[in-house]
């Protein structure tokens, strides 16, 4: 929605300067844009102390300028031109003009470009992100007599993008067989646990090892 400013040149067009300001580090949005130097451009200098928000904005804005035009700048001032009498339509309009600032003005095609190409950045981070979840898996061996450390090197050879392993232990099962038990952090979108144990961890040469691989917790991160 459009916004408009009338009298910034005036005390009380200030005033509705800084409550609009409220809140706000800028005229639209958290980003510095061309409205902040529209609305700049019509404040003839500094609000004072009693204009606290407008104010704060001016210096943002002021530091945004100096570092664009790193001139030393002298100063100017603009004093009042009486204009020669027209009629009150006329002069209605032309004061309607010259105090009413719209800051949405006619949007080019440089600019509407701009902000679909900065539309799309945004869906294309949004797509790139996934979640990530915690999985806990049980890998059992053939018996007593498989070596459970090759077992582990076996296991922690797999790599692929997506995937981290984790602390792991050895838990007595029965009968003198112990299993593995480790985690492991996999991004969803890149990792699947069943396909990762159906074709990886219990297929050659890694069968040599391993008999049969539980999920025993899955967590979202």
């Known amino acids: ?26 005229i639209s949005g958290d980003l510095f844009t061309k409205d902040d130097i529209k609305v700049y451009a019509a404040v003839v200098e500094k609000p004072g102390d009693s204009f606290p928000n407008a104010s704060k904005w001016y210096d943002v804005v002021s530091s945004h300028v100096a570092s664009s035009f790193p001139g030393k700048a002298e100063g100017v001032r603009f004093s009042a031109v009486a204009a020669p009498a027209a009629p009150a339509k006329a002069a209605a309009t032309a004061e309607e003009d010259d105090d009413d600032l ?14 679909e190409e900065r539309e799309a950045a945004k869906k294309s981070t949004k797509k790139k992100e996934s979640g990530k979840s915690s999985v806990l898996l049980d890998v059992k061996p053939w018996d007593d007599e498989t070596d459970m450390k ?41 990792v699947s ?8 961890l219990t297929v050659e040469p890694r069968n040599e090892y391993i008999q049969s691989c539980d999920i025993v917790a899955f967590n979202k991160i």
């Open 1 to 26: 929605m459009a916004v408009t400013f009338s009298d910034l040149h005036t005390e009380e067009g200030i005033k509705s300067l800084d409550q609009f300001l409220s809140g706000k580090t800028y």
């Open 102 to 115: 719209d800051l949405f003005g006619d949007e080019t095609e440089e600019d509407k470009k701009v902000a």
């Open 150 to 190: 090759k077992l582990e090197e076996a296991v922690r050879s797999i790599e692929m993008p997506g995937l981290l392993w984790g602390a792991s232990k050895l838990v007595p099962v029965g009968y003198g067989i112990k299993k593995l038990q480790i985690m492991m952090t996999i991004v969803d979108d890149l």
């Open 193 to 200: 646990v069943d396909t990762l144990v159906e074709e990886q």
